[in-house]
Nanobody
Framework: QVQLVDSGGGLVQAGGSLRLSCAASGRTFSSYRMSWFRQAPGKEREFVASIGGRVGITAYADSVKGRFTISRDNAKNTVYLQMNNLKPEDTAVYYC????????????WGQGTQVTVSS
């Protein structure tokens, strides 16, 4: 089992920055692919970014490329999402998620953290 705790959300003006954190329990954190998703009011949950376990290969949604950076610290069991040049359309609840190498779905989810970008 992996427990995920998201934090770091808040209210920021357009053009500003925030860094989200996701702290994970468990001794096998490095074996999980970690991702961030977001869900805006009235919209479906969408993929934002992901990072592999050991090698750390990253992937991003087109809407955040060049503005967001995902990283992880396996020694601290933590994954981060650095968000720069934020836009009002980035407003959403952000969730981290973990997927084991043997799974095709995300097995574990954080509780979410609200990000609000004012114009």
């Amino acid at each position: 089992q992996v427990q995920l705790v998201d934090s770091g959300g808040g209210l920021v003006q357009a053009g500003g920055s925030l860094r989200l954190s996701c702290a994970a329990s468990g001794r096998t954190f490095s074996s999980y692919r970690m991702s961030w998703f977001r869900q805006a009011p009235g919209k479906e949950r969408e993929f934002v970014a992901s990072i592999g376990g050991r090698v750390g290969i990253t992937a991003y949604a087109d809407s955040v490329k060049g503005r967001f950076t995902i990283s992880r610290d396996n020694a601290k069991n933590t994954v981060y999402l650095q968000m720069n040049n934020l836009k009002p359309e980035d407003t959403a609840v952000y969730y981290c998620a973990a997927r084991s190498l043997s799974s095709s779905v995300y097995d574990f989810w954080g509780q979410g953290t609200q990000v609000t970008v004012s114009s």
